[in-house]
């Protein structure tokens, strides 16, 4: 009964590099969530959602910040040209629905370091 | 947008001690959740209030819904080394629409328990 699966745990990418970040859902959750935690802050929604469907990515960048939920395989997160601020603690959440906080589970992050 | 306040940014206890941590909102939110993160990992939820008012318990963890349904407390009594880590009031409007599993989180409460 795995949870929330994120890889990789750290990432290393220098400026204007591509980072992709990988999340996979808990069993039977179709629905997820990507925050983004800067040091010493709380999380920041960056986008929801389905598979195949963007539902809201109100808190995403307009450039260099892409997500994909498609119909087999991981959630992935996409930051092209990475720049120094984008070091953070990028964190994937999934629900059976979109509906309830209380179904939201978060898997431990993926750590962008840009050098 | 919506913003979460919460207080205090720190504490430091002793072990044994009642620890008591609130949040304040400029906007209503009909759903509050508190969470806490250790160093590493992602947010696993304490408890969640879905009522204006309510007051719900989860062992030595107590938290309230605001009436006015713009603020929360969370209480730790007794406290034990293990309750070291962040702790983390999010507030969901769960209202319908696209916004409607986006969680907005306070900026934390750091929580460091002397033995």
């Known amino acids: 009964n795995a949870g929330v699966m994120q890889n990789p745990r750290h990432l290393v990418r220098r400026r204007g590099q591509e980072a992709r970040l990988r999340c996979s859902p808990m069993k039977g959750h179709s629905h997820v969530y990507w925050y983004r935690q800067l040091p010493e802050e709380g999380l920041k929604f960056m986008v929801y959602?389905?598979?195949?469907?963007?539902?809201?990515e109100s808190g995403m960048p307009k450039e260099r910040f892409s997500a994909e939920f498609p119909k087999e395989g991981p959630s992935i997160l996409r930051i092209q040209q990475v720049v120094r601020g984008d070091s953070a603690a990028y964190f994937c959440?999934?629900?059976?629905?979109?509906?309830?906080?209380?179904?939201?589970?978060f898997g431990s992050g993926t750590r962008l370091t840009v050098v | 947008g919506q913003q979460l306040n919460q207080s205090p940014q720190s504490m430091f206890i002793q072990e044994g001690e009642d620890v008591s941590m609130n949040c304040t909102s400029s906007s209503i939110f009909n759903t509050w959740l508190w969470y806490k993160q250790d160093p590493g990992e992602g947010p696993v939820l304490l408890i969640a209030?879905?009522?204006?008012?309510e007051l719900t318990s989860n062992g030595r963890l107590t938290a309230q819904f605001g009436i006015t349904r713009k603020d929360s407390f969370l209480n730790i009594s007794a406290s034990i080394p293990s309750d070291v880590g962040i702790y983390f009031c999010a507030g969901q409007l769960g209202a319908g629409g696209t916004s409607y599993g986006k969680l907005t989180f306070g900026q934390g409460t750091i929580l460091t328990v002397h033995p």
């Open positions: 959602l389905q598979k195949e469907n963007i539902i809201d």
């Open positions: 959440a999934s629900s059976p629905q979109g509906e309830s906080g209380y179904g939201y589970t």
């Open positions: 209030l879905y009522k204006a008012g």
